[in-house]
């Protein structure tokens, strides 16, 4: 089967003690059950504090922090599980971490998450390049649905050509309104073209002044990790200029987010949540690197906020298209 990674992917190196915000701070890290299993059999003193904070809810195991960090974060930033016991011993979530794969059956494709700092830095500042494929072993009969993936394949491309070539935020506006044009041929419309210079034309006529106040106010309804997100939403400073960042942030949320729409058909809610992100984070302003790594750890790592941008992205008068389109297509 096809493997495709974006031309980063191996460029990535953890920080480990030189890291600004730790992926060991803050999070209670979520434990598959047969690393759970083995916690609970290891002898000695780290078996005893692994012990410790291993809990179970709603029939899951998470490791409990201790103050603000993991129990095992060492002061030089390295996990003692890991140095006591090698890399293969950490559970799932921290072995992977920052590393994401999408499994589709028949293709699969590996990402970075923006919430760790040095994946950040990567997503945010490499420059534009295709993905790296390559055909690896494996790879079983696929469940999605044949004809919706194609579409999904197919316009991602376009997609991307979007964001490439126009000038920001029209790009983030187009975006928008093709996620639209895409999200009828989902639902069934007949195929017609999508015409570029007609849709910014419409788009224009649909905007409404944005409302940054609003998707604050949306953000601090949800559930919330730290106080320096907190803070940046109750008093933000000026908004910064829009920056290529932005711009490789909408190509991240595109790249990750475009063909799961495979498994409900929403394609408009998850352009809407990457785009939201985006204005949320230009409006935020200071340092871009570390505010959208902030925005990814409090929205994205968390599935009920996903989840509650989804559905606010149809219904919540800061999230509809005119006033986004308001902010994209001044
Ligand atoms: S957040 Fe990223 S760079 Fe920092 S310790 Fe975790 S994996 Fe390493």
């Known amino acids: 089967m096809v493997l ?22 803050q999070w ?23 012990r410790q904070f291993l809990y179970r809810e709603d029939g899951a195991w998470y490791l409990a922090l201790d103050g603000d960090r993991c129990p095992l974060w060492q002061a030089d930033g390295l996990c003692q599980i890991q140095r006591q016991l090698g890399h293969e011993a950490l559970c799932a979530v921290c072995r992977n971490f920052p590393r994401l794969r999408h499994d589709y059956g028949d293709f699969v494709e590996l990402g970075l998450e923006l919430s760790c700092p040095e994946a950040a830095r990567l997503i945010l500042t490499a420059p534009a390049a295709p993905p790296v494929q390559a055909q690896v072993p494996g790879g079983d009969v696929p469940e999605y649905d044949r004809e919706a993936m194609l579409l999904l394949r197919k316009t ?11 000038p920001l935020p029209q790009a983030l506006g187009l975006l928008l309104l093709y996620a639209h044009h895409v999200q009828h041929l989902l639902d069934g419309a007949a195929w017609v073209p999508f015409q570029e210079e007609a849709a910014v034309a419409f788009g224009k006529t649909l905007a409404e002044p944005p409302d940054p106040a609003g998707l604050r106010r949306v953000c601090l309804g949800l559930e919330i990790l730290t106080d320096r997100w907190r803070h940046l939403l109750e008093a933000p400073p000026d908004p910064g200029p829009w920056l290529p960042g932005h711009r490789a942030m909408a190509r991240y949320g595109v790249e990750r987010y475009w063909l799961q729409a495979v498994s409900d058909y929403d394609l408009a809610g998850r352009v809407k949540l990457i785009l939201s992100g985006c204005v949320l984070v230009r409006d935020l302003g200071g340092d871009l690197l570390s505010t959208a790594q ?6 994205e790592n968390c599935a009920d906020n996903v989840e509650a941008l989804l559905d606010a992205a149809y219904h919540h008068p800061a999230l509809t298209d005119a006033r986004l389109l308001g902010a994209l297509l001044p």
């Open 294 to 299: 902030l925005w990814s750890k409090e929205i």
């Open 28 to 50: 209670d890290v979520q434990v598959d059950p047969a690393a759970a299993a083995r916690y609970q059999a290891l002898p000695g003193a780290l078996g005893d504090r692994l």
């Open 4 to 25: 495709t990674k974006p031309a980063y992917y191996d460029a990535f190196a953890c920080l480990a003690g030189d890291c600004p915000d730790s992926c060991c701070h």
């Open 156 to 166: 991602r491309q376009t997609a991307l050509a979007l964001l490439r070539d126009h």
